[in-house]
């Protein structure tokens, strides 16, 4: 295939007559516009120009390869024209998912918002607090909260907040008040659990005197879904480990109180995960921009 360069030159050559003035033009010397001839004539096997020292004529096959290099050139430049295009005012969907929590308190919210800046960027919103194959399922942007695994999949932090062990005051009148992570063992306590295939809630790392320790909590409920487990705390029904701007208004109004404060859960992280190739891509490169700094601004 012909280099879009050695065509390029060719068609000022072709339209100037002149070599060194094409050369010139393109702002190469001449040397390397004469290069650029004879390696095109070399990929067609024809000879463009007729030379002399004083001139230089298009060839008969020349003159039949002008006009349709200057089609291939004028693409090029429609292609490249709309590609930036797209760059500024980007187009088409995005694949999206979020935990429910963070999804529906931030997330959703805040798309809304970006439909507004980039009204020709159409999201598509996946909420669930199950684990989703990025790759697999199509997306194009995952927001996780914790550790994800290595799955060779770009990741932009984007903010750390707090977690909290809580329950209700009804809760702690029947059950007690836990201190220590060893006491939701000792004491036999009611754990909320959010469990899904390939789920491990089910076991806390509290941070104790000791450092970090895992307990094997248990309790009668559990579910796919963050937001039923703060109904069933709410309802009295066990304690809950739940990342803090999620129930900070339970927590204010008393209706969730915070137990085990001698053994703290670790704080937490939220961070957008990506195929690598989605870098390139204008609406997913502005999504991710956009609600980075917007989420970064809420939990600030």
């Not at 909420?127 to 799955?151: I, Q, T, Y």
């Not at 062990?165 to 836990?178: F, H, N, Q, T």
């Not at 959010?194 to 076991?203: A, C, D, I, N, Y």
Request: with cysteine; hydrophobic share 40%; net charge neutral.
């Amino acid at each position: 295939m012909a280099n879009i360069n050695n065509i390029r030159m060719f068609t000022r050559v072709y339209e100037l007559e002149n070599m060194s003035a094409a050369a010139r033009d393109l702002r190469v010397s001449a040397a390397v516009a004469s290069s650029r001839i004879g390696e095109l004539e070399k990929q067609l096997g024809i000879r463009l120009f007729t030379r002399t020292t004083r001139s230089i004529q298009p060839t008969e096959q020349g003159r039949i390869f002008y006009p349709k290099a200057l089609k291939v050139l004028e693409a090029l430049e429609e292609a490249e024209a709309a590609v930036h295009e797209i760059t500024l005012n980007p187009r088409g969907s995005i694949f999206v998912s979020a935990p429910l929590g963070i999804g529906r308190r931030l997330i959703a919210p805040n798309v809304a918002v970006f439909r507004e800046k980039y009204p020709e960027i159409h999201t598509r919103l996946r909420l669930s607090d199950r684990a989703l194959d990025v790759a697999g399922e199509g997306l194009d942007v995952a927001f996780v909260v914790g550790n994800p695994p290595d799955s060779g999949l770009m990741m932009k932090p984007i903010a750390t907040f707090e977690r909290v062990l809580c329950a209700s005051p009804e809760y702690i009148r029947r059950k007690g008040r836990p201190v220590h992570g060893a006491d939701l063992i000792s004491q036999d306590h009611d754990c909320l659990l959010l469990r899904f295939p390939g789920s491990t809630e089910f076991r806390w790392s509290l941070n104790t005197s000791d450092g970090f320790q895992n307990f094997d909590v248990k309790g009668p409920f559990a579910c796919d879904d963050g937001d039923v487990l703060t109904e069933w705390a709410l309802d009295g029904r066990g304690i809950i480990n739940k990342p803090t701007f999620e129930i900070q208004h339970h927590l204010d109004s008393g209706a969730l109180i915070p137990v085990c404060q001698k053994s703290p859960p670790p704080n937490t992280q939220l961070a957008v995960l990506y195929p690598h190739r989605k870098n390139q891509d204008p609406k997913s490169r502005f999504f991710i921009d956009f609600m980075s700094d917007t989420l970064k601004a809420a939990l600030a």
